[in-house]
């Protein structure tokens, strides 16, 4: 069947590489208006896998990310869109030189190929992923989880329709529907077919991509995010923000995981945060410091609930992204020692320092190596979207090729067209 898939997406990508702009924009808004169309059967399809991530027993924060409503599939929809709108990034000019002997040379962006994309369990990301890939002139393999699988066929479905009523190959957009660990690791070997894999999930998956894999890999990194709340930080400014990183929806991979706090205003910082996040009952994992600082103020002002949901922070969960309701806390003495601990445990995602103090924030922002460092913002912009890139395949925190949002310049490779007038070598 890989196989199969493996034929057809070659077949369709020599006509897709040199599609028009109109062209790939016509299918795109089929694709964008058969979504809304078929709500009704996406969710449908959904509620199927939502069903059964509840009798798995999966987590609430999953069957967040899992779940499609009218909502969601409109934000879908107009993820396409925005895609339509970006410029066609293929046969950019990106460079043009003479050489003395009088060869003009064009340095030209081409598509990649053919994408393979392995992701879990965010069924948008079938949408998202089959947008940019069409309008970057590439093919697109999607190979979702099983627990996606119903949502994955349904949306797949509705869009190879949708690309085949403009006249264009449906099968520029393909969906391997065995969920098996064996077609997973068959995707990986397809190296005579498949130019590029894509993986798009937790630790487990990226790790086994990038290790079994003989196509390519841009490796998109696990979510270990932090917050640094310097001793300058406003104290407003800091609660919002880690309220927003850690629980606006915990289940991604650009949510905080851990928040750092200067010793020199962490009494009351602590405090704060605390209890702002009791309100959305976030399970604080804090190290010794933290617990005695809170247990002090609760004895102090009475208020018992800053010691609830409260444990003590092992080694193990400054490395864990969570995805969940879970945060882990720690005290620091310096911005050093926030960037030290960042640089330990970190994933080179996104990290955050909340300060006042100018030059605080220019040295973490220096010294902090991901890919993508904010001051006094939420590090749940880290979004292909929210950078105005369109819809995104994934975050990159590799160093070649594509870094952070992976949008349609990342999805595209060069050639150098060679113009002469008879010259020989």
């Known amino acids: 069947m890989l196989t199969d898939l493996g034929i057809a997406a070659a077949e369709a990508k020599r006509s897709l590489a040199v599609a028009t702009t109109e062209d790939k924009n016509r299918a795109l808004k089929a694709i964008a208006d058969a979504l809304i169309e078929h709500t009704d059967d996406i969710v449908a399809a959904n509620d199927i896998d939502i069903k059964n991530g509840e009798d798995n027993g999966m987590s609430k924060a999953l069957l967040d990310r899992l779940k499609l409503d009218a909502d969601r599939i409109e934000g879908m929809a107009q993820g396409v869109r925005e895609v339509i709108s970006l410029p066609d990034p293929v046969g950019t000019v990106l460079k043009t030189f003479v050489r003395p002997n009088g060869l003009k040379i064009d340095k030209v962006s081409t598509p990649l190929g053919v994408i393979g994309v392995i992701f879990e369990a965010r069924p948008n990301v079938t949408s998202d992923a089959a947008a940019l890939c069409l309008k970057s002139g590439n093919v697109v393999i999607l190979r979702g989880g099983k627990e996606a699988i119903n949502s994955n066929k349904k949306i797949a479905e509705i869009m190879r329709e949708a690309v085949e009523s403009t ?44 290790k079994n894999s003989r196509v390519p890999v841009i490796e998109t990194g696990v979510g270990i995010c932090h917050i640094y709340v310097h001793k300058d930080a406003d104290i407003d400014m800091a609660v919002d923000i880690v309220d927003n990183a850690k629980t606006q929806r915990p289940s991604v991979c ?39 600082m809170l247990k002090e103020d609760a004895e102090t002002s009475g208020d018992m609930a800053l010691i609830e949901n409260l444990e003590k922070a092992t080694e193990e969960d400054w490395a864990t992204e969570y995805h969940d309701y879970k945060i882990s806390v720690k005290i620091v003495d310096s911005i050093e020692d926030a960037i030290d ?47 105005g890139f369109g819809a995104e395949i994934g975050i990159s925190t590799q160093k070649l090729h594509a870094r952070g949002p992976i949008g349609l310049p990342e999805l595209q490779s060069f050639k150098y067209k060679i113009y002469g007038e008879g010259q020989v070598r």
């Open 254 to 292: 650009n949510a905080a995981e851990t928040l750092l706090v200067h010793r020199d205003n962490a009494k009351a910082m602590l405090a704060a945060i605390k209890k702002r996040l009791d309100e959305k009952s976030v399970e604080v994992m804090a190290d010794d410091d933290s617990i005695a």
């Open 341 to 387: 601990h960042i640089y330990k445990y970190g994933s080179g995602h996104s990290d955050c320092i909340v300060t006042n103090d100018k030059m605080a924030a220019d040295k973490f922002m220096d010294n902090i190596d991901s890919a993508a460092v904010y001051h006094n913002a939420s590090t749940r912009f880290t979004d292909g979207g929210e950078f």
């Open 167 to 210: 006249g264009m190959n449906k099968n520029v957009i393909q969906l391997v529907q065995d969920t098996s660990r064996e077609s997973s690791t068959a995707l990986m070997q397809m190296n005579e077919y498949v130019d590029v894999l894509i993986p798009r999930g937790g630790a487990g998956l990226i790790q086994a991509v990038v």
